[in-house]
């Protein structure tokens, strides 16, 4: 099960996007509450989340998904719950994937050093002890980081990729008319 946080102010087309792909893919994706049980974007689109946080199972858990935005990093990072989630993936070889700004968070939490990271410009300061790239995407290890956006199906596709297969991943965006 991978567990995709929404938080107040998320970006949705980061989390949208993401878990379109992944789902296309057959992975099973929960999004979760973090913030409530109807969580606001930062461009006001209102999504009712499968589940609470209170709900997560960390036992089952394959990986998680951090959406960026404004302040939706903030309040992610703010949340004891996500971040013991996070910490738990990452502890367990378990995928954990961020985009925009949100990699700012595994960065304060000494999860990034000595790996290639990319970012939202201008967070590049909070990726401590990365190697900082200009890439759409980086996977370094069980972990996924990606730029913004622009770039949410190409991250999808490297979580795919990651969990499953590339050539799946491949297969799931082309349908999608992305190759």
Known sequence: MFYLFLAEGFEETEALA??????RAGLKVLT???????????????????????????????????????PGTLNLEADADVIR?????????????????????????????GKNATCFPGFEEELYGANVTTAHTETDGNIITAKGAGCAIEFGHAIVS??????????????????
């Open 18 to 23: 993401a878990l379109d792909v992944m789902r």
């Open 85 to 113: 989630s996070v910490k738990y993936c990452y502890e367990n070889g378990k995928i954990v994937a961020a985009i925009c700004a949100a990699p700012s968070i595994l960065g304060h939490l000494g999860m990034l050093n």
């Open 32 to 70: 979760v509450g973090v913030t409530g049980d109807r969580i606001t974007s930062s461009h006001g689109v209102c999504v009712i989340p499968d589940i609470l946080i209170s709900e997560v199972k960390l036992e089952e858990a394959e990986g998680v998904v951090l959406p960026g935005g404004m």
């Open 162 to 179: 990651l969990a499953l297969s590339k050539q799946l991943a491949d297969k799931v965006i082309g349908d999608m008319q992305c190759l």
